[in-house]
């Protein structure tokens, strides 16, 4: 295993980019995981990383051994703590990261299957929470349109906990092309809607659209969705996050489908 101490190592020139770059990794088609739990979903999908970075402190660590002997020939460098520190994502690092190249998901739409339709989700934690409900709601797709934060960011995986490697995920999507070519029906929310979520029919094959934290959907998009639902709250409050409305909405869907059996 290789130690790297000096910051002028270009290998730990490149981490560091990608870790504070959102258009190197775009460049590059790289990120970077960090933990064990990331990267052990992406090895369960996709094999061994591209690069295994491991800190002095977090190189004797059970788990960080355990994978390692699982997976042998995956290529694996040490960083002194400090540098580890100034290429890791969060203020706690892990103590291990992995570079891998981000997965193109392949552009046709799984037949049957809902999805999900981003329309400019600026927040990093917001996007990866909907990923996060998407994937364990079984969703197949996620359309990522213009505005939203890249996600592929360190932020967003962190908050989808693994769902980036559960789900296909399309970035820089023409939402509105999607849904003129998706066969079941679209869905979207909206405060003003008359029809409760609960009223709706969700046992066929939804496209369902969320829009911007402030702003909502596009006129466009309104204009081309299906149909408009509200969700009820009996409380005092005036809206909900997105996330938390995505969660909520995709949820309905699989108790509904649960219950028709």
Same mark, same amino acid.
């Given at each position: 295993?290789?130690?790297?101490?000096?910051?002028?190592?270009?290998?730990?020139?490149?981490?560091?980019?990608?870790?504070?770059?959102?258009?190197?990794?775009?460049?590059?088609?790289r990120?970077?995981?960090?933990?064990?739990?990331?990267?052990?979903?992406?090895?369960?999908?996709?094999g061994?990383p591209?690069?295994?970075?491991?800190?002095e402190?977090?190189?004797g660590a059970?788990?960080?051994?355990?994978?390692?002997?699982?997976?042998?020939?995956?290529?694996t460098i040490?960083l002194?703590?400090?540098?580890?520190?100034?290429?890791?994502?969060?203020?706690t690092?892990?103590?291990?990261?992995?570079?891998?190249?981000?997965?193109?998901?392949?552009?046709?739409?799984?037949?049957?299957?809902s999805?999900?339709l981003?329309?400019?989700?600026?927040?990093?934690?917001?996007?990866?929470?909907?990923?996060?409900?998407?994937?364990?709601?079984?969703?197949?797709?996620?359309f990522?349109?213009?505005?939203?934060?890249?996600?592929?960011?360190?932020?967003?995986?962190?908050?989808?906990?693994?769902?980036?490697?559960? *789900?296909?995920?399309? !970035?820089? &999507?023409? %939402?509105?092309?999607? +849904?003129?070519?998706?066969?079941?029906? =679209? $869905?979207?929310?909206?405060?003003?809607?008359?029809?409760?979520?609960?009223?709706?029919?969700?046992?066929?094959?939804?496209?369902? *659209?969320?829009?911007? !934290?402030? &702003?909502? %959907?596009?006129?466009? +998009?309104?204009?081309?969705?299906?149909? =408009? $639902?509200?969700?009820?709250m009996?409380?005092?409050?005036?809206?909900?996050?997105?996330a938390?409305a995505?969660a909520?909405?995709?949820?309905?869907?699989?108790?509904?489908?649960?219950?028709?059996?």
């Amino acid at each position: 295993m290789k130690k790297i101490t000096s910051r002028d190592n270009p290998t730990f020139k490149q981490l560091r980019a990608l870790a504070g770059s959102s258009r190197e990794r775009r460049s590059r088609n790289r990120t970077l995981l960090d933990g064990m739990h990331l990267v052990a979903a992406y090895s369960g999908r996709y094999g061994a990383p591209e690069l295994l970075v491991l800190s002095e402190q977090g190189a004797g660590a059970d788990e960080f051994q355990r994978f390692l002997r699982g997976h042998p020939k995956a290529p694996t460098i040490l960083l002194s703590d400090a540098l580890f520190a100034e290429v890791s994502p969060v203020s706690t690092p892990s103590g291990m990261l992995a570079l891998i190249e981000i997965p193109v998901a392949t552009p046709q739409m799984e037949h049957g299957a809902s999805c999900v339709l981003l329309d400019a989700i600026q927040d990093a934690g917001n996007l990866g929470s909907i990923l996060r409900s998407s994937a364990a709601a079984g969703m197949a797709d996620a359309f990522l349109g213009r505005g939203c934060a890249q996600a592929w960011s360190p932020r967003v995986l962190r908050a989808a906990m693994g769902a980036h490697f559960q *789900l296909r995920i399309h !970035e820089h &999507a023409d %939402l509105a092309t999607v +849904l003129h070519g998706f066969p079941g029906t =679209s $869905v979207s929310t909206s405060l003003s809607s008359q029809r409760s979520l609960y009223a709706l029919d969700l046992t066929g094959p939804i496209a369902w *659209l969320f829009g911007n !934290e402030g &702003a909502g %959907l596009s006129p466009e +998009l309104e204009t081309r969705t299906a149909r =408009s $639902v509200r969700i009820p709250m009996p409380g005092g409050a005036e809206s909900l996050n997105v996330a938390a409305a995505a969660a909520i909405c995709l949820f309905e869907e699989v108790r509904q489908k649960q219950a028709r059996g």
